[in-house]
């Protein structure tokens, strides 16, 4: 069976600092790969998606950045964190055929920037 | 951009009432699909509607589309406690990636 995993669950980082969000994905292969945010109260806004090694495609430009270097490992990067970056962060795959395209989440990472 | 929109935003009844959801979307789908997401967790895949059907059915949910109105109806019959939690509409656009976008949510409170 395909498990999800994301780390750290919770997250506090001062403004400024770097950030590394990691997700791995078992039991399948070639996923396709998402990083969602959720503010508090709100849906989720997709940041990337990856359908393959090395191929990410941004949604909103900003001060995130998203990396694919093996197949079923997905993270999420900043150089510097700022304020608006708090909110809880989600990962998802989905089978790459893409027709039906349920999606299976993580269990988030809550992440504040003070 | 958000393409469901979910209605009500908060939704609170007594258990063993059943509670009804909507969704409006704007533009043609291929898909539409509902999740459930308890508090501080990750999302959790309900049900999936294809543009060409109508309605279906997975024990107590029951989930209705109307391709001509735009909008979708999740059914949650005889609620319990245990049904509360957020729950989110997800369409995919006719021609386009495949991939999701979801709704805002609609917050359920099932009171015991």
């Known amino acids: 069976s395909q498990t999800i995993h994301q780390w750290p669950a919770t997250l506090v980082q001062p403004v400024g600092s770097p950030l590394s969000l990691e997700c791995t994905v078992e039991?399948?292969?070639?996923?396709?790969l998402y990083w969602y945010r959720q503010a508090a109260g709100r849906g989720l806004q997709l940041l990337f998606y990856?359908?393959?090694?090395?191929?990410i495609s941004s949604e909103v430009p900003q001060n995130l950045s998203a990396s694919r270097p093996q197949d079923r490992q997905f993270i999420l990067s900043s150089k510097k964190l700022l304020l608006s970056d708090s909110g809880f962060y989600l990962c998802?795959?989905?089978?790459?055929?893409?027709?039906?395209?349920?999606?299976?989440f993580g269990p988030g990472t809550r992440l504040t920037v003070l | 951009s958000q393409q469901g929109e979910e209605d009500p935003q908060a939704l609170s009844i007594q258990e063993g009432e059943n509670a009804t959801m909507n969704c409006s979307y704007k533009?043609?789908?291929?898909?539409l699909q509902w999740y459930r997401q308890n508090s501080g967790r990750g999302l959790v895949h309900l049900i999936l509607?294809?543009?060409?059907?109508r309605e279906k059915h997975s024990g107590r949910l029951r989930v209705t589309l109307d391709t001509s109105k735009k909008s979708s109806s999740l059914l949650i019959t005889a609620s319990r406690a245990a049904d509360t939690a957020s729950y989110f509409c997800?369409?995919?656009?006719?021609?386009?990636?495949?991939?999701?976008?979801f709704g805002r949510g609609t917050s359920l409170i099932v009171h015991p």
């Open positions: 533009t043609s789908i291929n898909n």
């Open positions: 039991g399948t292969s070639n996923p396709n």
């Open positions: 997800a369409t995919d656009e006719s021609g386009g990636s495949y991939i999701p976008t």
């Open positions: 990856s359908v393959g090694i090395g191929q």
């Open positions: 998802a795959w989905s089978v790459s055929s893409g027709l039906y395209n349920e999606q299976f």
């Open positions: 509607i294809r543009s060409n059907e």
